[in-house]
C-alpha cells in the first residue's frame, strides 16, 4: 500500500512538472498595467486629438446663440421704427382727412434735441400712440414673451397716451415671462431750429452670455411732408 | 522514511499547483494595436463633427450680419426716399424751376449730381440725382444715392414723379471698395 502511494506520489510530481514546463513560453512577459508615464503619454494624447474639436464645437454653440439673438434683435428695432412710423402715419392720414388740429408727430413723445429726447418703449401689440410710454431714469423695462410674441405683460404698461413707467420689470404675470433684450426708443429733432425732421433712433440691448452685453441700433428720419 | 517522503510529495505537489496558478494571469489579453485606430476613429470623428458645426455656425454669423447691415441700407434708402419726398411736396424743389431754399438731409446740404449746378439746359423728364452720407454724426455715415425722375402724365395732364432711393450699407466713398457693401432700393411713385 505504502508501496503504492509513494509510486503515485512521484508520478503526480512528475507529470507536475512535465505540465509547468509545457506552460512556460519563451517569449511570455508579465503584464503588470501602465506605467505612469504610459498612461500620461496616453491621456495627454486624447487630449490633444479632443480638445481642439471639443471648444471648436463648444465655440460654434457661442456664436450660434450669439447669431440667433443678433438677428432678433434687428427684427425688434426694425419694429420699434415701424411702430412710431406708424403712429406719424396714422396722423398724416387725419390730417388728409381733414383733422385740422392734427399734428404729423403727435403721439410721439421726442425731445427737441438729442440730449433732452426721453427714452420710451413700444409695443406691437398696440400700436397706437397710448402704447408709447416714457421710461423712468433708471432704464425702459426689459421685453417680455409670452411664448409667441414680445410685448409686455397685460396691465403692465402705463395706461392713457404716453404714460410713464412705474415699474421696472413687469415680473412674471399671466404666461408673459422676461426676455434678454430691452428695446429703447428715443426721438427728437434734428435741428431744434427744424421742427419737420425728426430721428428715431431705436437701441436694442441684450445679455450675451454671462457678463457681456450687446447692442444693436438702427436709426431713421422722419419727415414732415405733409404740413400739419 | 516512507512518510516523509509521501509528506515531501504532497508539499511539493503543492508547491507546483501554486506556482501554475501564478503562471496563469487572469485577464491576459494580445495586444494588437487595435486601441490606436479606435482613437484615430474617434478623434477624427470629433474633428469633423467639430468643424462642421463651426462651418454651419460662422455660415449662421455671416447671414445675420448681412441682415444687419441690411436694416442699415434699407433705413438709409428709406430716409432719402422720405427727404426726397419731403423736399419735393413741400418746397417743390425738384421742379424746373431752381428752388430758393437750400435742401438738407440729416444736416447736410443736397447737391445735385444730375443735372449739374441745375444748368438751364434741364428739361421736365430729366433725372435729378443726389448722392449723401446719412447718419454720420456717429461713424462714417451710410451712403444714399436718390434719383428723382419728373415726367408729365398727358392723359391726366399732371406731373408723374418717380423716386428712386438707394441705400448703401458703406459710405460713399466706400462703394466701390468695401468688400461687404450691401444695397437696399425705395421706390416712390406719385
Same mark, same amino acid.
Given at each position: 500500500m505504502r508501496k503504492q502511494l509513494i509510486a503515485y506520489s512521484l508520478q503526480l510530481i512528475e507529470k507536475y512538472k512535465t505540465h509547468a514546463r509545457s506552460l512556460q513560453v519563451t517569449s511570455y512577459r508579465l503584464q503588470t498595467g501602465f506605467t505612469l508615464i504610459e498612461t500620461m503619454v496616453a491621456i495627454s494624447l486624447l487630449m490633444l486629438a479632443l480638445i481642439p474639436p471639443m471648444s471648436l464645437a463648444a465655440q460654434a454653440l457661442t456664436t450660434a446663440y450669439y447669431a440667433r439673438n443678433q438677428v432678433t434683435a434687428y427684427y425688434l428695432a426694425q419694429e420699434g421704427i415701424e411702430i412710431v412710423r406708424a403712429v406719424r402715419d396714422a396722423n398724416i392720414i387725419a390730417i388728409a382727412e381733414?383733422?385740422?388740429?392734427?399734428?404729423?408727430?403727435?403721439g410721439i413723445p421726442y425731445g427737441t434735441t438729442a440730449a433732452t429726447a426721453p427714452a420710451f418703449t413700444v409695443d406691437a401689440l398696440q400700436v397706437t400712440s397710448s402704447a408709447l410710454d416714457t421710461c423712468t431714469s433708471s432704464g425702459c423695462p426689459p421685453l417680455q414673451t409670452n411664448g409667441s410674441v414680445y410685448g409686455?405683460?397685460?396691465?403692465c404698461e402705463p395706461s392713457g397716451t404716453n404714460g410713464t413707467w412705474t415699474t421696472s420689470d413687469c415680473g412674471t404675470a399671466s404666461g408673459w415671462t422676461d426676455t434678454t433684450f430691452t428695446r429703447t426708443v428715443k426721438a427728437y429733432l434734428?435741428?431744434?431750429?427744424?421742427?419737420d425732421e425728426m430721428r428715431v433712433t431705436v437701441s436694442v440691448t441684450w445679455k450675451q452670455g454671462s457678463f457681456q452685453t450687446q447692442t444693436f441700433t438702427i436709426n431713421e428720419d422722419l419727415y414732415r411732408w405733409v404740413s400739419g | 522514511m516512507k512518510k516523509h517522503l509521501i509528506t515531501y510529495s504532497l508539499q511539493l505537489a503543492g508547491k507546483c499547483k501554486r506556482f501554475l496558478r501564478s503562471l496563469r494571469p487572469a485577464s491576459y489579453k494580445p495586444q494588437a494595436g487595435f486601441t490606436l485606430l479606435l482613437a484615430a476613429l474617434v478623434a477624427s470623428i470629433a474633428l469633423t463633427l467639430g468643424s462642421s458645426i463651426y462651418t454651419i455656425v460662422s455660415k449662421e454669423l455671416i447671414l445675420s450680419s448681412i441682415g444687419q447691415d441690411s436694416q442699415f441700407a434699407f433705413y438709409t434708402a428709406d430716409t432719402a426716399a422720405e427727404c426726397a419726398l419731403y423736399w419735393d411736396t413741400?418746397? %417743390?424743389?425738384?421742379?424746373t424751376t431752381p428752388p430758393t431754399q437750400t435742401a438738407t438731409c440729416d444736416g447736410q446740404t443736397i447737391t445735385l449730381l444730375n443735372p449739374p449746378g441745375r444748368a %438751364?439746359?434741364?428739361?421736365?423728364?430729366s433725372t435729378m440725382e443726389f448722392q449723401i452720407d446719412l447718419f454720420?454724426?456717429?461713424?462714417?455715415g451710410y451712403c444714399a444715392d436718390v434719383s428723382v425722375e419728373k415726367g408729365i402724365d398727358h392723359t391726366a395732364n399732371a406731373t408723374d414723379t418717380l423716386v428712386i432711393a438707394n441705400g448703401y450699407s458703406v459710405s460713399c466713398t466706400a462703394i466701390d471698395t468695401a468688400p461687404d457693401a450691401l444695397q437696399r432700393t425705395v421706390e416712390l411713385q406719385y
Open positions: 381733414g383733422n385740422s388740429s392734427a399734428n404729423i408727430f403727435d409686455y405683460a397685460p396691465g434734428l435741428s431744434s431750429s427744424d421742427p | 413741400r418746397f %417743390n424743389w425738384f421742379s %438751364n439746359t434741364y428739361t421736365p423728364t454720420s454724426d456717429s461713424g462714417a
